[in-house]
């Protein structure tokens, strides 16, 4: 089982519309939880942290973390062309030292 | 401080070449993170170092890969008789480190793009 998992996408949405994105991870003690942006042959950018459960808004972008479900998401509202992108969940914890592990990442297309 | 920045940005080389990258963190970041990521992937952990210490390396550095941090500055990750396998974006990453040991966010570099002839 890989340690992080995302919905393998691609994902199109039209614009205007919401995209969700799904992820969970494996280690039960994860503490802390990011969504990374990464354009085509660019690096990784981070967009979104959480550490609670709960939701949380930053703009077009909310983040929502269930620890008991081990499940952490992403939705993008009124989803814009300039949004198609890569996106990645990232997780770290305690028992794997804090380095952030990463899913393979799922890919959105915005149609205009 | 513009952010991480790694140098070459793109290395084309022969197989069994040796090859060198460079990468300059974030001044006040005291931790430095190598990823490699190959295509349809996410970034796959290959070290780390807290200052100049190295703590930990990942089984997919072989013998061939080596990485230092002296003075606890910038970082170079080394490979030697370099493979086709070896082909991938390699990704420079910083971060200060919290109390109680937690990480925060990592901030990455542009990336050295690696193709093995």
């Known amino acids: 089982q890989k340690e992080v998992e995302q919905n393998s996408g691609p994902l199109s949405v039209p614009e205007g519309a919401i995209a969700s994105l799904n992820c969970t991870y494996s280690d039960r003690v994860s503490q802390s939880f990011f969504w990374y942006r990464q354009y085509s042959g660019k690096s990784p950018e981070l967009i979104m942290s959480?550490?609670?459960?709960g939701d949380k808004e930053d703009g077009r972008f909310t983040a929502q973390l269930n620890k008991a479900s081990q499940y952490v998401s992403l939705l993008i509202r009124d989803s814009q062309p300039s949004d198609s992108a890569t996106y990645l969940c990232a997780v770290n914890s305690y028992s794997n030292d804090y380095k952030l592990s990463f899913g393979a990442g799922t890919t959105v297309t915005v149609r205009a | 401080d513009t952010g991480v920045s790694q140098d070459p940005r793109h290395k084309i080389t022969k197989r069994g070449q040796n090859v060198t990258f460079r990468c300059d963190p974030i001044s006040e970041h005291n931790r430095l993170y190598w990823y490699r990521q190959t295509l349809g992937q996410g970034p796959e952990f290959l070290t780390y170092?807290?200052?100049?210490?190295?703590?930990?390396k990942s089984r997919l550095l072989s013998d061939r890969f080596s990485a230092e941090r002296p003075k606890g500055s910038f970082s170079t990750l080394e490979i030697q008789r370099t493979e086709q396998g070896d082909s991938a974006m390699y990704l420079c990453a910083s971060s200060l480190g919290r109390l109680a040991g937690v990480t925060g966010e990592l901030f990455f570099g542009e990336g050295s793009r690696l193709t093995v002839l």
């Open positions: 959480i550490y609670s459960n």
């Open positions: 170092f807290q200052n100049e210490a190295q703590l930990e």
